[in-house]
Nanobody
Framework: QVQLVESGGGFVQAGGSLRLSCTASSSIRSLNTMGWYRQAPGKQRELVAVITSGGSTNYADSVKGRFSISRDNAEKTVYLQMNSLKREDSAVYYC??????????????WGQGTLVTVSS
């Protein structure tokens, strides 16, 4: 069973920075697209940023120029560097990873979520 362990959320003042990490906890054959999503209270979950296995990235317009997604395949980890944080960035952040298991099963796996709170 593949699990994702997230870390790095917390409380920060507007203008500050946080770095989120998400690591796959078990042996897998390959990591494909990895991404971060967020869900604020009363709102739908939305895409923040994704990175493909080839390193191509895509960002929500609201975070372009402030957030940066990266990955370390050897560590089975995806990162989200968040700079110039705004109050509207407050949300629970979830990572999602498309994996291929050792048994060649393709799975979409979600992390448990990590809370980011930005104060003004």
């Amino acid at each position: 069973q593949v699990q994702l362990v997230e870390s790095g959320g917390g409380f920060v003042q507007a203008g500050g920075s946080l770095r989120l990490s998400c690591t796959a906890s078990s042996s897998i054959r390959s990591l494909n697209t990895m991404g971060w999503y967020r869900q604020a209270p009363g709102k739908q979950r939305e895409l923040v940023a994704v990175i493909t296995s080839g390193g191509s990235t895509n960002y929500a317009d609201s975070v372009k120029g402030r957030f940066s997604i990266s990955r370390d395949n050897a560590e089975k980890t995806v990162y989200l560097q968040m700079n110039s944080l705004k109050r509207e960035d407050s949300a629970v952040y979830y990572c999602k990873v498309d994996v291929v298991t050792l048994l060649y099963r393709s799975l979409e796996v979600w992390g448990q979520g990590t809370l980011v709170t930005v104060s003004s």
